[in-house]
């Protein structure tokens, strides 16, 4: 296989900026979406994309952390690769979702809170394995955590697949698999932000191969 032109272990400045613009365009759009003056809301409207923007950059990251990590990557590093993903994610999401739960509990102990008292009938949906949960069963704060069910998806996804499509010496399983993920977004099999993987990959090769396709 032919090695990345350029191989970086390093943080990459562009990206740290555009995810701090992507954190702060989603927080002031969770802010704002609920404030009584219409200016106020127009300013945040256009937050959430930051999302689709960590979809994008985690499409360019995680191949580029894959080839710089490791100098062959096989199917059989794919374990390896994955306790790395888990460990990365999984200590901050189990936090969230205890402090969201207390806060819960704490609030539905003021007087005068208009909702539930209790845990009866609160799902976790995906719970503590960061799974994508088509149905639709997450509660409470995993709902506002479905991104990442998606986000976790993609890293099984590509930790598979990643020996064939980041082959610069055989382009074709990289066509094959954009095609297929663009053909059931655009089937709505998948959801629409599985093609923005598809482009932070693209960026990828373009990063590491000097070209796109």
Same mark, same amino acid.
Do not use: K
């Given at each position: @296989?032919?090695? $990345?032109?350029?191989? @970086?272990? +390093? ?20 802010? *704002?979406? *609920? ?11 256009? +937050? ?8 994008? #950059? =985690? ?6 952390? #894959?080839?710089?990590? %490791?100098? /062959? %990557?096989?199917?059989?590093?794919? $374990?390896?690769?994955?306790?790395? /993903?888990?460990? /990365? ?5 189990? #936090?969230? #979702? ?10 539905? @102990? ?15 949906? =995906?719970? $503590?394995?960061?799974?994508?949960? $088509? ?13 990442? +069910? ?20 055989? =382009?074709?399983?990289? %066509? ?18 599985? +093609?923005?993987?598809? @482009?932070?990959?693209?960026? %990828? ?9």
């Amino acid at each position: @296989m032919t090695e $990345p032109s350029a191989r @970086m272990t +390093g943080r990459i400045t562009i990206v740290e900026y555009l995810r701090g613009l992507a954190a702060l365009s989603v927080a002031w759009f969770h802010v *704002t979406n *609920t404030h009584p003056h219409d200016w106020v809301r127009w300013s945040g409207s256009f +937050g959430w994309l930051g999302v689709d923007v960590f979809f994008v #950059i =985690s499409g360019f990251v995680i191949p580029l952390s #894959i080839s710089s990590t %490791y100098d /062959r %990557y096989s199917i059989r590093q794919f $374990p390896q690769f994955m306790a790395r /993903r888990v460990v /990365r994610l999984e200590p901050p999401y189990l #936090i969230s #979702i205890a402090l969201a739960l207390g806060l819960w509990q704490l609030s539905s @102990m003021v007087p005068g809170f208009p909702g539930a008292n209790s845990f009866g009938g609160c799902r976790a949906g =995906s719970g $503590p394995f960061l799974l994508p949960d $088509p149905l639709h069963a997450l509660r409470l704060v995993t709902a506002r955590l479905l991104e990442l +069910g998606w986000e976790f998806a993609f890293y099984i996804t590509i930790g598979l697949l990643f020996p064939l499509i980041g082959n610069p010496d055989n =382009s074709v399983p990289w %066509y094959a698999c954009a095609a297929l993920i663009l053909g059931l977004t655009a089937a709505h099999v998948l959801p629409a932000r599985a +093609g923005l993987f598809v @482009m932070g990959m693209g960026v %990828y090769r373009l990063v590491a191969f000097n070209r796109l396709l």
